[in-house]
């Protein structure tokens, strides 16, 4: 692929992943993601093959940035659900992505690879730590798994009528409550 092909391709991701995060697979329009790309539609769907297809792409690759960014340490599960939460500060249309993605993709059997990919390889390594005696065994490797990736996200999941009620916590309040959290959930058995 030559460099403008390749710059124009990236132009689209980046105009797509303003556009999904905005208004999800249903509302998104190929046209307005198009004019912010400064390409057109037949350059999307050379591309990407359908706005569904393009979605994928821009899903596949915040999951890959996300997975390659944060990479688990079950030794230290508090300050993973900390960087994890560092990471959705850094980029809140990550955890908008993930909502549309749940919202309108869940039950069509659509399974994105590196997702499947990285929660085996987490889960086996929360399981081995488990197996090490340095986690509890009271949830399974799966639940514990989960648990830790909703308190990193716990802040961009709330309501906006609950997230009145803790307006006053800042950032570095928000990320201690998660890693305190998670630290109370993996000191007992």
Same mark, same amino acid.
């Given at each position: 692929?030559n460099?403008?092909?390749? +710059?124009? =391709?990236r =132009?689209?991701?980046? +105009?797509?992943? *303003? ?7 249903? %509302?998104?329009?190929v046209d307005?993601?198009?004019? +912010?790309?400064?390409?057109?539609k037949a350059?999307i ?7 569904d ?6 899903f596949?690759a915040?999951?890959r *940035?996300t997975v390659d ?12 659900a900390?960087?994890l939460f560092?990471?959705? /500060?850094?980029?809140p ?8 993605y749940?919202?309108?993709r ?11 990919e990285s ?6 390594a929360?399981a ?7 986690? $509890?065994t009271?949830?399974?490797a /799966?639940?514990l798994?989960?648990?830790v ?10 309501? $906006? ?5 803790l307006? %006053?916590?800042?950032?570095?309040r =928000?990320?201690r409550?998660?890693t305190?959290?998670? +630290? ?6």
């Open positions: 692929m460099r403008d092909a390749e +710059a124009t =391709r =132009r689209l991701l980046r +105009a797509a992943t *303003e556009e999904f995060a905005a208004y999800g697979i249903a %509302g998104a329009r307005r993601i198009a004019a +912010a790309a400064k390409s057109n350059q769907y050379h591309y990407f093959g359908s706005k297809g393009l979605f994928d792409a821009v596949d915040m999951c *940035e960014a944060v990479p688990i340490d079950p030794a230290d599960l508090p300050e993973y900390g960087r560092d990471s959705y /500060e850094a980029r249309w990550v955890q908008r992505l993930a909502t549309w749940r919202l309108e869940a039950g069509t059997g659509s399974l994105i690879p590196v997702v499947m929660n085996a390889a987490k889960i086996k929360v081995g730590a488990q197996r090490d005696g340095l986690l $509890p009271r949830f399974s /799966e639940e798994l989960g648990l990736l909703h308190l990193s996200g716990f802040w961009s999941a709330n309501t $906006p009528e609950f997230d009145t009620r307006a %006053g916590n800042d950032t570095a =928000r990320r409550v998660v305190d959290a998670v +630290a109370v959930l993996v000191a007992g058995s």
